[in-house]
Structure formats: C-alpha cells, structure tokens
C-alpha cells in the first residue's frame, strides 16, 4: 500500500511540475534542466553519505515516518511561484525522498524473507507500475482545472503515508 502511495504522490508530481514550471514559474526548457540536475545532485549527496551515517543511528521505519513527512511539505512549497520556494521545496524533496524511498525497499526486501523476496517485489513493482499509470494520466487531467494547487494532492497523498508508515513502528516493536 505505501509503495502504491508513494508511486502515485510521485507521479502526480512528475505529470505536473513542467507544466508548472512553464506556465506559473515562466521557466524556459535550460532552467528547467537546470531545477532538476540540482535536484538530483542533491538526491546522490542525501542518498549516499547522508543516509549512511544517518542509518547508524536511526532506524528505517523511523527514515520512513520522517522521510514522508519531509516529502509531503515540499509539495507544499511548490504551490508558490516564488523560485527560491520551488529551490526550498526541491531541498526538502532530496532529504525526504533519499530518507525515506531507500528505507522503504530496505524494509520490503528484508519482511519479504528470502522465501518470498522475488514475489513481493514482483506484486510491488506492479502496483508502482499501476499508481503511475493513474498518477501520470489524473495528475495530468486535474492540472488543467487545479493548476499549482496540484501539488496539493500529491502532499495528501504523500501525507497518508506518513500516517500509514507509523504502522512499521508498530510492527519493529511486535518482532
């Protein structure tokens, strides 16, 4: 259900932000590269070194719990056609999404079981597959009458995973 969420929230952003960022940021195709090279480099920095010595200390259902709720508010900042909000929000959406997505993969590889690993990420990555397809083609669809607001949508979706996620905590406490 998280990976479903997750993927949805993603896509609804993915259908929508250049469309945004063309119509309310006025953003040419070079700044739009340009958003999205730092985003990425950001994603690799919060990915790589960040997660390692973070992950020493905190737990994945606890990167997962803090990660969506620092996902859900970026989408938040994208609303606004401030630049320096939209640069606030892809800062948030590195440490949200490089706390969170790899603990959740983390955490479905190791509750598969070795028995069971192949089949959980088989019916997962079909149901990412799915929440894209509905992501992608409503995200697009209800841009046309929301516009920036959007964004909204995918911080509540986004947001029910941060309130879904408490039940790994739950679950880590019963092991």
Wanted: glycine content about 12%; charged content about 10%.
């Amino acid at each position: 259900m998280l990976y479903f969420l997750i993927f949805l929230g993603f896509n609804i952003f993915y259908a929508t932000f250049p469309i945004q960022a063309v119509n309310g940021l006025k953003w040419s195709v070079t700044q739009l590269g340009i958003f999205y090279a730092v985003l990425s480099g950001m994603m690799v920095l919060v990915e790589g070194p960040v997660l390692r010595k973070v992950l020493k200390k905190i737990s994945e259902e606890i990167l997962v719990v803090v990660g969506s709720l620092i996902l859900g508010a970026n989408f938040i900042l994208l609303i606004s056609n401030e630049v320096i909000l939209v640069y606030c929000a892809a800062v948030l959406f590195a440490l949200g999404n490089g706390l969170m997505w790899p603990s959740v993969l983390s955490l479905l590889s190791k509750r598969a079981g070795a028995t069971h690993q192949g089949a959980v990420q088989g019916i997962t990555g079909s149901f990412g597959s799915l929440a894209s397809i509905i992501g992608l083609t409503v995200g697009g669809f209800l841009y046309h009458f929301l516009g920036g607001a959007i964004f909204l949508v995918s911080s509540a979706v986004i947001f029910i995973v941060f309130i879904l996620s408490f039940r790994l905590l739950r679950i880590k406490e019963g092991d």
